[in-house]
Structures are given as structure tokens and as C-alpha cells.
């Protein structure tokens, strides 16, 4: 069974805010992704990482960074965080035949 | 520009009903399509189609894909209160890894 793990389920933070969110999977998969998920928007892709250290943009990476020193690991760094990016953030990794499995999840809120 | 069009965007239905969820879309160099429950926590995935005409079947759940067409529909028989999800719909082109997800269709069974 794949397991992607997120490093907090509910997150408070307060705009200007640096903030950290990290995804861990143990299925040794090269492809891991970072996606917000809003009503009515669906998700959207923010960053995603093919290999360690390589990373590509999505559609929406402004404001945020990612990280990937460890092949299990993928992280997503808001710099300073702003209210409009309060959303429900959504870790994945994807196996060869592009299948993708998620993470739990983690709600931002941004006060 | 790719995408990945879903309809409706919500729908209601009572148990026992079956309901038919579609997906369209428009992406050169098409791979794969696959379909996603998301109850309250992280999509889950159900299916992947990469043949025209081939059915997938997972119990109550079947889905199709027409190459010809360019879509894709989702079957559910006999639905039961436990199939109220957002189903999302995603589409894999050939030419990198970054797969492509509709909105979604939130689906509510009522009792």
C-alpha cells in the first residue's frame, strides 16, 4: 500500500508568516506533487519535483517554494503567508503509470 | 491550452438511484484518464483508461472511455449514501508528468 504522510492536519498561521508544510511517502516514486484544492476551483497544481533537487512550476507557484533534498520528502514553503493562501493543501505522488496517490491533506488558515 | 472539463458540476440523488458522472476533455498527446473519489479527507484513486471502449468495473462503479469523443463517463449503480464524494476526473498527456484534474462533481445521495 503506497502511504503519503503530511506533516500537520490543521494549521493556524498568521500572515507574514513563514510556513512550512512537508510531505513524506514511502513508495520510492520520482513524481511528487503539491496542489491547493478551493470551492469551486478545484485542484490546482502549485509545484511539482521529478527527481531530488529538480522542480518544476505549475499553474499557480507565486508565493510559494518547494523543496526536495531526500527523494521521500517534498516540501512547500510559504515565504510570508498571506490570507488568500487560507486553502486546503494536498500532497501526492505518482507511480510510473500515473497513478496518483494523496496525501491527507493539510487546512491552512491564514489570519 | 489543455483541459479537463467535468459535468455536472453537482448533483443530488436519492439511494438506489444509478447516476452517470461525465468528463471531457482536451489535451494533446493523450495518455491516461483516471477518476478520483474524494469523500472528506484525500482524493482515492478508482480508475485509470487508457483504451477506447474497454469497460472498468469496481463493484457498483464502472467507467468507460471514448477516444473518439474525447470524454469519459462514470457509472454508479444502486447508489447508496456512501458514495456522496466529490468525483474528480483527471487527464495524463504524454508529453510530461503533470496530469491535468477537472473540478470535480459533488455527488450527494440522500437516504
Known amino acids: 500500500d503506497v502511504k503519503v504522510t503530511q506533516s500537520s492536519r490543521y494549521l493556524v498561521k498568521r500572515t507574514g508568516e513563514k510556513v512550512f508544510l512537508e510531505c513524506v511517502q514511502d513508495?520510492?516514486?520520482?513524481?511528487m506533487f503539491w496542489y491547493r484544492q478551493d470551492p469551486g476551483l478545484g485542484l490546482r497544481l502549485i509545484y511539482f519535483?521529478?527527481?531530488?533537487?529538480?522542480?518544476e512550476k505549475g499553474d499557480i507557484p507565486e508565493g510559494y517554494s518547494v523543496s526536495r533534498e531526500k527523494k521521500e520528502r517534498f516540501s512547500l514553503i510559504l515565504e510570508s503567508a498571506s490570507t488568500n493562501q487560507t486553502s486546503m493543501y494536498l500532497c501526492?505522488?505518482?507511480?510510473?503509470?500515473?497513478?496518483?496517490?494523496f496525501g491527507p491533506g493539510t487546512r491552512l488558515t491564514v489570519t | 491550452e489543455d483541459k479537463v472539463v467535468q459535468s455536472p458540476l453537482s448533483l443530488v440523488v436519492h439511494e438506489g438511484d444509478t447516476v452517470t458522472l461525465n468528463c471531457s476533455y482536451e489535451?494533446?498527446?493523450?495518455?491516461?484518464l483516471l477518476w478520483y473519489k474524494q469523500e472528506k479527507k484525500a482524493p482515492t484513486f478508482l480508475f485509470m483508461l487508457?483504451?477506447?471502449?474497454i469497460e472498468k468495473k469496481s463493484g457498483r462503479l464502472s467507467s468507460i472511455l471514448d477516444k473518439k469523443e474525447l470524454s469519459s463517463i462514470l457509472n454508479i449503480t444502486a447508489t447508496q449514501t456512501g458514495d456522496s464524494a466529490i468525483y474528480l476526473c483527471?487527464?495524463?498527456?504524454?508529453?510530461?508528468?503533470?496530469?491535468?484534474f477537472g473540478k470535480g462533481t459533488r455527488l450527494h445521495i440522500l437516504p
Open positions: 519535483s521529478y527527481d531530488v533537487k529538480m522542480k
Open positions: 501526492a505522488t505518482q507511480t510510473p503509470a500515473y497513478e496518483q496517490y
Open positions: 489535451v494533446t498527446n493523450f495518455r491516461s
Open positions: 483527471a487527464v495524463a498527456p504524454n508529453r510530461d508528468d503533470k496530469i491535468i
Open positions: 487508457t483504451s477506447s471502449g
Open positions: 513508495m520510492d516514486h520520482e513524481n
